[in-house]
């Protein structure tokens, strides 16, 4: 379809909790775009419709090279779109997918990149509040590209987080503040970057819980392991800024991004960072350091020390042997057989493979596949077929010519891991939906019910139920209460067919529009409100009930007739 009489959408990208991406074109500019759809069953929502305009209204009036550009949004007939910057590459998730690291210098890099975009948002008054690993994207260059305002709120707004945490947020990287639903600022996004470090150096968030709650309690009340210990390769100095990042009081961490990014810096280069190891309020943290070394005395006899005479002569003798030794061995490395030094093999093409035969392709053509250089990813949203375990990039690359013993780089198809089903019973059925969407299922489907206990609108259980294990394309049904009894339909005629679909929800109905028409009422000719309706306003009828709407049918206006004449003029 072609949104705005312009922006022609292709293949999808990816989705989220409550929009899809697609991949685009500007049919005006002749530019590739990326097209953000809010999802239907969000259309007819206010609260959802603000939240994304939001996120292009707080997008928009950062412009900055590190985070993803918004060129235009609108509705069109119901639906509503962004239209963004395109970029070509993979989100920072992907990279860590299946307990990935990133090399500590690369991850400061990465890191500072986000601390610029973050300055540049701050500036303008803008918190992100869902920094994490999904909302930072890598191009083929290494260009850091920060996305998703969709939470984003101006720190004027005297409005708080409370309402929305436990749906919106993630909560392997909300703040402290952010869990406990209190008001936050620009100091928030410096935490969820700090458990964003802090996983890229170590393979895994700062905490690990059963659930989301669980996660989101030990944000609070725990304090994180150093990173050090999980991976010998941070330094003291990286260990030191993560950690002032993730302290639990808001006025311990940096108290900008600026100042982050400057100690960053400091770490990379080796010099002292200002950041010192914290301790949170109510909770102390012991780093292990090695014991000092003793230094024992021993006071000898004043006696002088004999030399043997054969001394001078074995240590001129070790010398002479050593200078040997490396005389040989320079030149068997210098004159030594081509054959046996430098040699050269050709990469073979195993993308499009299994994993298992391409590893045995490769290594018997004298190269090696480590562990840890096998990247697991999900199935790639042009070929979401895609078999686990295929191979879908190489590097090097097919036919290159490299030396034998060559490490090689795979990307396969992740394995679908199952997913426990989320506690969603008893909450609304959009905040549901969006929860068990965020939680990786893409198959949610709804259902009413009529239920004595749980309120209208609210959802009474799942298939298959809350807390047992499903795949992500496995369906899952919510079904929702429709309340109990009967309930009397209200009378929408006339009104708009936004207006009268509101009513009919409010009195515990399912409205629908039908496509048939009827005669047009004489009450309300304008074509764009409801003509009928069935059942009639006034019936009683179970709660849940569908109510259709229907259209008047279009009036054709017909003028005065004139008789002809005989050869056919009209007659006077």
């Known amino acids: 379809m072609t949104l705005g009489g312009r922006y022609r959408v292709e293949h999808e990208l990816g989705r989220g909790g409550m929009a899809k991406v697609f991949r685009g074109t500007d049919t005006v500019l002749s530019r590739t775009v990326a097209v953000k759809v809010l999802a239907p069953q969000f259309a007819d929502d206010q609260g959802f419709v603000e939240r994304f305009r939001r996120e292009a209204q707080a997008a928009a009036r950062i412009g900055h090279q590190h985070i993803v550009s918004v060129?235009?949004?609108?509705?069109?007939?119901?639906?509503?779109?962004?239209?963004?910057?395109?970029?070509?590459?993979?989100?920072?998730?992907?990279?860590?997918?299946?307990?990935?690291?990133?090399?500590?210098?690369?991850?400061?890099?990465?890191?500072?990149?986000?601390?610029?975009?973050?300055?540049?948002?701050?500036?303008?008054?803008?918190?992100?509040?869902?920094?994490?690993?999904?909302?930072?994207?890598?191009?083929?260059?290494?260009?850091?590209?920060?996305?998703?305002?969709?939470?984003?709120?101006?720190?004027?707004?005297?409005?708080?987080?409370?309402?929305?945490?436990?749906?919106?947020?993630?909560?392997?990287?909300?703040?402290?503040?952010?869990?406990?639903?209190?008001?936050?600022?620009?100091?928030?996004?410096?935490?969820?970057?700090?458990?964003?470090?802090?996983?890229m150096v170590t393979g895994r968030p700062p905490f690990l819980g059963d659930t989301p709650v669980a996660v989101a309690s030990k944000q609070v009340l725990e304090q994180p392991v150093p990173p050090s210990r999980l991976n010998a390769d941070v330094t003291p100095a990286l260990d030191a800024v993560i950690l002032r990042?993730?302290?639990?009081?808001?006025?311990?961490?940096?108290?900008?991004?600026?100042?982050?990014?400057?100690?960053?810096?400091?770490?990379?280069?080796?010099?002292p960072v200002e950041a010192t190891p914290l301790l949170a309020a109510g909770a102390t943290q012991v780093f292990d350091r090695p014991p000092a070394a003793r230094t024992t005395q021993v006071l000898e006899p004043t006696e002088p020390e004999r030399r043997s005479p054969w001394v001078p002569v074995a240590v001129t003798l070790v010398l002479v042997g050593l200078l040997g030794l490396l005389l040989w061995f320079l030149a068997t490395s210098l004159l030594g057989d081509d054959d046996q030094t430098g040699v050269l093999v050709t990469v073979p093409d195993v993308v499009g493979d299994k994993l298992n035969p391409a590893r045995a392709e490769l290594e018997d053509a004298g190269l090696v596949v480590l562990d840890e250089n096998i990247i697991r990813v999900p199935a790639p949203a042009d070929d979401p077929e895609a078999e686990p375990g295929t191979v879908l990039e190489q590097d090097p690359a097919a036919n290159e010519e490299v030396p034998e013993g060559t490490e090689v780089f795979l990307t396969v198809v992740e394995q679908p891991q199952a997913i426990e089903i989320p506690p969603v019973v008893g909450l609304q059925a959009s905040a549901a939906q969006l929860i068990l969407e965020q939680a990786g299922f893409l198959n949610v489907v709804q259902e009413q019910e009529t239920?004595?206990?749980?309120?209208?609108?609210?959802?009474?259980?799942?298939?298959?139920?809350?807390?047992?294990?499903?795949?992500?394309?496995?369906?899952?049904?919510?079904?929702?209460?429709?309340?109990?009894?009967?309930?009397?339909?209200?009378?929408?005629?006339?009104?708009?067919?936004?207006?009268?679909?509101?009513?009919?929800?409010?009195?515990?109905?399912?409205?629908?529009?039908?496509?048939?028409?009827?005669?047009?009422?004489?009450?309300?000719?304008?074509?764009?409100?409801?003509?009928?309706?069935?059942?009639?306003?006034?019936?009683?009828?179970?709660?849940?009930?569908?109510?259709?709407?229907?259209?008047?049918?279009?009036?054709?206006p017909t003028g005065p007739t004139f008789p002809t004449g005989p050869t056919g003029e009209t007659g006077d």
């Open 71 to 199: 060129f235009d949004t609108g509705s069109d007939d119901g639906v509503h779109y962004i239209v963004m910057e395109y970029v070509e590459g993979r989100t920072l998730a992907e990279f860590l997918a299946g307990g990935g690291r990133i090399m500590p210098d690369r991850a400061i890099g990465i890191a500072q990149d986000v601390c610029r975009a973050l300055e540049a948002a701050h500036a303008q008054g803008v918190v992100h509040r869902d920094i994490k690993p999904g909302n930072i994207m890598l191009n083929p260059h290494g260009e850091v590209k920060v996305t998703d305002f969709g939470i984003a709120r101006l720190t004027t707004t005297t409005e708080t987080l409370a309402q929305t945490a436990a749906i919106l947020g993630t909560a392997s990287y909300l703040s402290p503040e952010q869990a406990q639903g209190q008001p936050v600022d620009g100091r928030t996004d410096i935490y969820s970057l700090g458990c964003v470090v802090y996983e």
């Open 245 to 271: 990042a993730l302290a639990k009081n808001p006025a311990d961490r940096y108290q900008s991004a600026e100042e982050m990014r400057a100690d960053l810096d400091r770490a990379k280069r080796g010099l």
């Open 451 to 556: 239920s004595e206990d749980i309120p209208l609108g609210s959802v009474t259980r799942t298939d298959p139920p809350e807390g047992t294990e499903a795949l992500p394309d496995d369906q899952i049904t919510l079904f929702v209460s429709s309340g109990t009894g009967t309930v009397i339909v209200p009378s929408v005629t006339c009104q708009s067919f936004g207006s009268a679909q509101r009513d009919i929800r409010e009195a515990g109905l399912f409205p629908v529009v039908s496509e048939e028409t009827v005669a047009p009422n004489p009450l309300c000719l304008n074509g764009n409100k409801v003509a009928a309706q069935d059942p009639a306003a006034g019936s009683e009828v179970p709660a849940g009930t569908t109510v259709f709407l229907f259209a008047g049918e279009a009036v054709v």
